[in-house]
């Protein structure tokens, strides 16, 4: 892709993973007017854990393994062949769980949530059962994403998205007070009905599909041997995150409401920063390692760890300072009181780390699946989860529900080194002592910026909290951008260069 093209494609789709993660938020918004943090909310939360754990596993999962396999098939003109090999073994795969998920749910729930009372658990079960009739649609949209994004045509795998979003919003803004919970739920098995329509359409144009070719078992075992170790190793996340409600489950009504709320809300820089960087960063990583080019590899990996430092630090510092402010925008409404704003902004404060480890790790892993070395990733990934088990045990006796995302973090910190230790003996130390510079130049200007924001604050009684937020993050944002600029920091540079697409020697498409 050239430079031109690769600039236009990137700020696309950062505009439009922008527009999913705000979307997202304005789900939790309307869970959050319409269910507060009672049992109704903690019900619906606790329920879309285990499908969601399916639903990472099928999409992240398909895209990490895929996109490489896809990639080096393409050296070889095998990429048509491969695509349809996968698409019609992963959607009879992901039926198939679709249906034992359906009728495992009334075993698995209640084994799951002891605690919760006879109206919760009804309620978790069959909003389980629903999600789970969406998993053979998910399978299908999983392998298109990630041919489209292999292709490098981000914007349809993010207009998808978008669909799923707006349609459960829409769905419980109009049936929550009649159905309750169970609105999100239908509104998400449209949602992903409407995506897969779409992606068909337009597949169907580029005359990919290939309904009657069989199927060559060797060629999908191969792919499925790379594959299950990846995607396990996504689901592992989700894994960890029914650890932390199971543990909030066991708390007063409302924790685990706090603790989702929490979690989304301060990985919402993740989910836009670090997912957009992963996403653009990945295919290239993957052909470098496709050519046998090792130094093109390590020098994309560095290039996308220190933009990721670059752009993630201030965002993630910014929120942090900020925290209790943007709750009680976004939340404190309707059934959504300033006592659960409180309690969710000292939860919220918690997961500090791990948002900042578990992004870091988003370009680590993919060297490593680029390398096909996912099974390690995996290991490291089960570790984590008796890890987390092990710290939910110890913190919340010692610090009450907010030993939850304390747990979290640590456990981040530990699969963040163990991840990149391994991928160094890979290969090779990838940060220099020019990389070291660059990072105390951008926490001096963290240091600027923070002064900056303790210094507004003082006028914040003068305002409404949105004009507050906006008059901040203004502010905040130009006084690192001019401290980037007198300190010369090369990733400010770099991006600069991307977003004007001038040539720049330090783009990812030509670094050396």
Not at 76 to 91: D, R, Y
Not at 263 to 284: C, D, E, M, S, Y
């Amino acid at each position: 892709m050239g430079k031109r093209k690769l600039a236009v494609t990137s700020i696309v789709f950062i505009i439009l993973t922008l527009c999913i993660k705000v979307s997202g938020l304005l789900r939790d918004m309307v869970i959050a007017y319409y269910f507060g943090d009672t049992y109704q909310a903690d019900a619906y939360l606790a329920a879309f854990i285990i499908p969601n754990m399916l639903f990472l596993f099928l999409t992240t999962g398909m895209k990490n393994a895929f996109i490489p396999s896809y990639l080096a098939a393409k050296e070889t003109g095998t990429s048509t062949i491969l695509f349809n090999q996968i698409w019609k073994v992963t959607g009879t795969i992901s039926l198939g769980l679709g249906i034992i998920g359906m009728f495992t749910a009334p075993l698995i729930i209640p084994n799951i949530y002891p605690d919760f009372q006879p109206a919760a658990m009804t309620i978790a079960v069959q909003v389980t059962m629903i999600f789970m009739g969406c998993v053979s649609f998910v399978g299908l949209n999983a392998v298109f994403e990630a041919y489209f994004d292999a292709e490098s045509q981000y914007t349809v795998s993010a207009i998808s998205q978008l669909f799923v979003l707006l349609t459960m919003i829409s769905s419980a803004m109009l049936f929550a007070n009649q159905i309750g919970p169970y609105a999100l739920a239908f509104g998400y098995l449209a949602g992903v009905i409407i995506s897969l329509l779409f992606k068909l359409i337009i597949m169907h144009k580029q005359h990919i599909l290939q309904w009657t070719a069989k199927i060559q078992r060797q060629e999908v075992k191969a792919f499925f041997i790379v594959f299950f170790p990846v995607a396990i190793t996504v689901m592992v996340g989700q894994v960890n995150l029914a650890v932390d409600n199971i543990f909030a489950s066991y708390f007063e009504e409302g924790v685990v409401t706090y603790v989702n709320y929490a979690k989304n809300l301060v990985h919402f820089p993740q989910a836009i920063f670090a997912v957009t960087i992963g996403t653009i960063t990945f295919p290239l990583i993957a052909k470098s390692y496709a050519k046998g080019n090792i130094k093109q590899l390590k020098g994309r990996l560095e290039q996308g760890l220190m933009v990721m430092c670059y752009v993630l630090l201030p965002a993630i510092t910014g929120m942090m300072l900020l925290m209790p402010t943007i709750i009680q925008l976004l939340f404190e409404r309707g059934a959504f009181t300033r006592a659960a704003t409180l309690a969710t902004t000292q939860v919220a404060y918690y997961y500090l780390g791990s948002v900042i480890f578990f992004s870091l790790t988003v370009i680590i892993n993919n060297g490593i699946y680029t390398l096909k070395k996912g099974h390690v990733v995996m290991w490291i990934g089960l570790g984590s989860i008796l890890f987390n088990l092990l710290c939910n045990s110890i913190f919340t006796k010692w610090l009450g529900y907010v030993g939850i995302p304390f747990a979290s973090s640590i456990v981040g910190f530990v699969y963040a080194i163990s991840c990149y230790v391994f991928l160094i003996r890979q290969v090779g130390f990838l940060f220099k002592l020019k990389e070291i510079i660059e990072i105390v130049k951008i926490i001096l200007s963290l240091i600027v910026m923070i002064i900056a924001i303790r210094f507004i604050a003082n006028i914040q009684a003068y305002m409404t909290n949105g004009m507050f937020l906006m008059i901040t993050i203004f502010l905040g944002v130009l006084i690192y951008v001019l401290c980037s600029y007198i300190l010369k920091i090369k990733s400010f540079y770099f991006l600069w260069n991307t977003l004007r697409k001038k040539d720049n020697k330090q783009m990812l498409e030509e670094q050396p």
